[in-house]
C-alpha cells in the first residue's frame, strides 16, 4: 500500500500540487512558476501527465473564447520557461526529460507519485482494496489521512474553461471520498462525532441525498430518533420545494426502518416469511421458561445491535473530514487539512 499522507518533505527531484494552489518543487525547493497563464498551462499538463496535449487544445482551455494574439508562441513561450525551471541542467537546444515536445503536441512526464492528486487516488484505491479485505480501521484511516493531505479547493489560482471543467470535476471526487469515509466512520462507531460534520455537509449540499441518509442514520444510532426523522422531513422539504422530488429510495427506507424500529436501517427490509398453510406451532411468550429452565430475562431480536454505542477503547479518535465549498479559496494560515476549528477540525 502506499502512503496516503503528503510528505512533510518534498523527496528528491520534481513534487507537484493540483489540490489547493498549482505549486512545483525541485529538490525540496519551491519554484517560481510565473504568471497565472503559466500555471495554468502547468495544471492541465499535469492533468494529463504521461499523454500529448495539443497545442491548439492547450490554447482553447486555457483562453476560451477570449481573443489572443499569437498564442501558439505564448505557449512556446511558457513551455520553454518551465523546461528552464525543471531542468536548470540542460544544455540550450537540448531534448529535455520532463516536458518534451511531440509534434504540434506537449507531453509532461511525471509519475502519479510525483503529484498530490496521483497520490490522492492512489490512497482512494488502497482505503477500497482495505475495506474488500475486512479492514474497516484501515480503509478509515487510510481515507482520512488522504483526505487529510487536500489543503483547499483544487487549482486555486488559475482559470480557464478546462480548468474550470476539471475544478468541478475534482470537488465532485472530493465529496464523494468524504461521503465514502463518512460511511466507514459510521460503521466503526463514530456516529457521535459525524453528527455536527454532517450538519454542516447537508446544509452546504441539502441535494446530497446520501448526507442526509448518513446523518439521519447517526441521529438514530446515538438514540435521537425524533431528530433523525425531522431530518428526514428537511430534505424531503429541500427537494419538493426547489426541485419538485421527492426522496429516492435510499432515504424512505431509512425512514421506513426507523419507524419500524430495526437495529440497522442501512440494511435492507427482511422479507416477510412465505405463508405456511400448515397448523403452526405454538409460540412461547418472549421471556417464558419452558418445564424445568430457570426463568432469565431474554433478550429480544430487536433490542440487539451489532453497532457499538462509542468505538472500542483503545482506538485512536476519528479523523472526521468533511469539503469546503469550491468557489472559496481556504487561507493558506488555516491549520492544514480540511478541518480547522478545534479537535475536529472542521474547515468551512
Same mark, same amino acid.
Not at 179 to 196: C, D, S, Y
Not at 220 to 232: C, N
Not at 290 to 310: H, I, Q
Given at each position: 500500500?502506499?502512503?496516503?499522507?503528503?510528505? %512533510?518533505?518534498?523527496?528528491?527531484?520534481?513534487?507537484?500540487?493540483?489540490?489547493?494552489?498549482?505549486?512545483?518543487?525541485?529538490?525540496?525547493?519551491?519554484?517560481?512558476?510565473?504568471?497565472?497563464?503559466?500555471?495554468?498551462?502547468?495544471?492541465?499538463?499535469?492533468?494529463?501527465?504521461?499523454?500529448?496535449?495539443?497545442?491548439?487544445?492547450?490554447?482553447?482551455?486555457? !483562453?476560451?473564447?477570449?481573443?489572443?494574439?499569437?498564442?501558439?508562441?505564448?505557449?512556446?513561450?511558457?513551455?520553454?520557461?518551465?523546461?528552464?525551471?525543471?531542468?536548470?541542467?540542460?544544455?540550450?537546444?537540448?531534448?529535455?526529460?520532463?516536458?518534451?515536445?511531440?509534434?504540434?503536441?506537449?507531453?509532461?512526464?511525471?509519475?502519479?507519485?510525483?503529484?498530490?492528486?496521483?497520490?490522492?487516488?492512489?490512497?482512494?484505491?488502497? @482505503?477500497?482494496?482495505?475495506?474488500?479485505?475486512?479492514?474497516?480501521?484501515?480503509?478509515?484511516?487510510?481515507?482520512? @489521512?488522504?483526505?487529510?493531505?487536500?489543503?483547499?479547493?483544487?487549482?486555486?489560482?488559475?482559470?480557464?474553461?478546462?480548468?474550470?471543467?476539471?475544478?468541478?470535476?475534482?470537488?465532485?471526487?472530493?465529496?464523494?471520498?468524504?461521503?465514502?469515509?463518512?460511511?466507514?466512520?459510521?460503521?466503526?462507531?463514530?456516529?457521535?462525532?459525524?453528527?455536527?460534520?454532517?450538519?454542516?455537509?447537508?446544509?452546504?449540499?441539502?441535494?446530497?441525498? &446520501?448526507? !442526509?441518509?448518513?446523518?439521519?442514520?447517526?441521529?438514530?444510532?446515538?438514540?435521537?430518533?425524533?431528530?433523525?426523522?425531522?431530518?428526514?422531513?428537511?430534505?424531503?422539504? %429541500?427537494?419538493?420545494?426547489?426541485?419538485?422530488?421527492?426522496?429516492?429510495?435510499?432515504?424512505?427506507?431509512?425512514?421506513?426502518?426507523?419507524?419500524?424500529?430495526?437495529?440497522?436501517?442501512?440494511?435492507?427490509? &427482511?422479507?416477510?416469511?412465505?405463508?405456511?398453510?400448515?397448523?403452526?406451532?405454538?409460540?412461547?411468550?418472549?421471556?417464558?421458561?419452558?418445564?424445568?429452565?430457570?426463568?432469565?430475562?431474554?433478550?429480544?431480536?430487536?433490542?440487539?445491535?451489532?453497532?457499538?454505542?462509542?468505538?472500542?477503547?483503545?482506538?485512536?479518535?476519528?479523523?472526521?473530514?468533511? %469539503?469546503?465549498?469550491?468557489?472559496?479559496?481556504?487561507?493558506?494560515?488555516?491549520?492544514?487539512?480540511? !478541518?480547522?476549528?478545534?479537535?475536529?477540525?472542521?474547515?468551512?
Amino acid at each position: 500500500m502506499t502512503t496516503p499522507l503528503l510528505p %512533510t518533505a518534498h523527496p528528491a527531484g520534481l513534487s507537484f500540487e493540483l489540490l489547493g494552489e498549482v505549486r512545483a518543487w525541485r529538490d525540496g525547493v519551491e519554484l517560481p512558476l510565473g504568471a497565472p497563464r503559466q500555471r495554468a498551462l502547468l495544471a492541465v499538463l499535469l492533468l494529463r501527465a504521461g499523454s500529448p496535449v495539443g497545442r491548439d487544445h492547450l490554447i482553447d482551455g486555457i !483562453w476560451g473564447d477570449a481573443t489572443v494574439a499569437d498564442g501558439a508562441n505564448l505557449v512556446q513561450a511558457y513551455v520553454s520557461k518551465l523546461r528552464r525551471l525543471f531542468e536548470p541542467d540542460r544544455a540550450p537546444r537540448t531534448t529535455g526529460g520532463v516536458l518534451t515536445r511531440v509534434g504540434t503536441s506537449y507531453r509532461l512526464s511525471v509519475g502519479p507519485q510525483q503529484c498530490d492528486l496521483g497520490r490522492f487516488e492512489q490512497s482512494v484505491a488502497d @482505503a477500497r482494496a482495505l475495506r474488500s479485505a475486512g479492514q474497516p480501521d484501515a480503509a478509515e484511516r487510510t481515507l482520512a @489521512a488522504a483526505l487529510d493531505s487536500w489543503p483547499g479547493p483544487a487549482l486555486t489560482g488559475v482559470s480557464g474553461p478546462l480548468l474550470d471543467v476539471e475544478r468541478t470535476r475534482l470537488a465532485e471526487l472530493r465529496l464523494a471520498v468524504v461521503e465514502e469515509h463518512a460511511e466507514l466512520a459510521l460503521q466503526l462507531g463514530g456516529h457521535a462525532w459525524l453528527v455536527p460534520h454532517l450538519l454542516v455537509l447537508t446544509t452546504e449540499h441539502p441535494y446530497r441525498e &446520501r448526507l !442526509w441518509a448518513l446523518l439521519m442514520v447517526a441521529l438514530y444510532r446515538g438514540s435521537r430518533q425524533a431528530d433523525a426523522l425531522a431530518a428526514y422531513q428537511r430534505a424531503r422539504h %429541500t427537494l419538493t420545494e426547489n426541485l419538485g422530488l421527492l426522496p429516492g429510495p435510499e432515504l424512505r427506507g431509512i425512514e421506513e426502518a426507523i419507524l419500524a424500529g430495526r437495529p440497522d436501517p442501512l440494511a435492507p427490509a &427482511r422479507p416477510a416469511d412465505p405463508l405456511v398453510l400448515t397448523r403452526p406451532t405454538p409460540v412461547e411468550p418472549v421471556g417464558a421458561a419452558r418445564p424445568g429452565e430457570p426463568v432469565t430475562a431474554r433478550e429480544t431480536p430487536a433490542a440487539r445491535s451489532p453497532y457499538p454505542a462509542e468505538p472500542s477503547p483503545g482506538r485512536p479518535h476519528l479523523a472526521l473530514v468533511g %469539503t469546503a465549498p469550491a468557489t472559496v479559496p481556504a487561507p493558506r494560515a488555516a491549520a492544514r487539512g480540511p !478541518w480547522a476549528d478545534g479537535p475536529a477540525r472542521l474547515a468551512r
